[in-house]
């Protein structure tokens, strides 16, 4: 059984760099999603798309923020000019098109902003 | 008022004791729950959904929903020192769109031996 996979699982770059994220969905998943935490807090929505329209975008994810999922299949999430601020967990989710599927998480990215 | 509230605890129950997790939304038209557990520095495990009023049971596990309440919880029975981890409640709102979750701040666990 192939979970949700993501890469890199940590990311230390200087502020100022830009940083990619990848996520690979569970296989027959349409939906995937994108979260943030940070410690002490549960995961904050940023971003999600069914297959390869991206639907809807939270107010966190300011301009440096983009995310793709070109073919409906695997995701990236691309920070530019990285700040302190944006140090955090950032997990990825897939789920069924289906108003009562649970979501799976993959094992996350972990960014440190030095 | 936090859309999802959970007592972030440390709460501390011994070894084999029911271990009770509490979870109140806001917004009254939601219509899906889940429990997710996060042991330090992995991701959340997802571990009980629940859609409708009254309990679900799934092994030591028993979630209990009530929508007029607005009040969602976990019980744990027969705990073990590996359920030790932070547990988050989770809704799906109805004002919200694509089944995104919103999430509590999460309750730490922690099993005693």
């Known amino acids: 059984d192939t979970g949700v996979s993501q890469d890199p699982r940590h990311k230390i770059t200087k502020r100022g760099q830009n940083v990619t994220f990848r996520c690979d969905p569970i296989?027959?998943?349409?939906?995937l999603y994108w979260y943030r935490q940070t410690l002490g807090q549960g995961p904050e929505f940023l971003t999600y798309?069914?297959?390869?329209?991206?639907?809807?975008k939270s107010r966190l994810l300011s301009d440096r923020f983009s995310a793709e999922r070109p073919k409906g299949s695997f995701s990236t999430l691309e920070i530019q000019r990285t700040e302190q601020g944006d140090s955090a967990m950032y997990l990825c989710?897939?789920?069924?098109?289906?108003?009562?599927?649970?979501?799976?998480f993959g094992d996350g990215t972990r960014l440190s902003i030095l | 008022q936090k859309e999802v509230e959970q007592n972030s605890g440390p709460l501390s129950v011994p070894e084999g004791a029911i271990a009770s997790l509490n979870c109140t939304y806001s917004?009254?038209?939601?219509?899906?729950f889940f429990w997710y557990r996060q042991y330090s520095g992995k991701s959340p495990e997802l571990i009980m959904s629940?859609?409708?009023?009254g309990d679900k049971e799934d092994g030591r596990f028993t979630a209990q929903l009530n929508k007029a309440s607005q009040y969602v919880s976990l019980l744990i029975r027969d705990s073990q020192p590996s359920d030790s981890a932070t547990y988050l409640c989770?809704?799906?709102?109805?004002?919200?769109?694509?089944?995104?979750?919103?999430f509590g701040t999460g309750t730490q666990l922690k099993v005693e031996l």
């Open positions: 989770a809704v799906i709102q109805l004002t919200g769109g694509g089944n995104k979750l919103t």
């Open positions: 798309f069914q297959n390869e329209a991206q639907l809807e």
């Open positions: 917004d009254r038209g939601s219509q899906s």
């Open positions: 629940i859609y409708s009023n």
């Open positions: 296989s027959e998943h349409n939906r």
């Open positions: 989710a897939s789920s069924l098109f289906d108003e009562n599927q649970p979501q799976h």
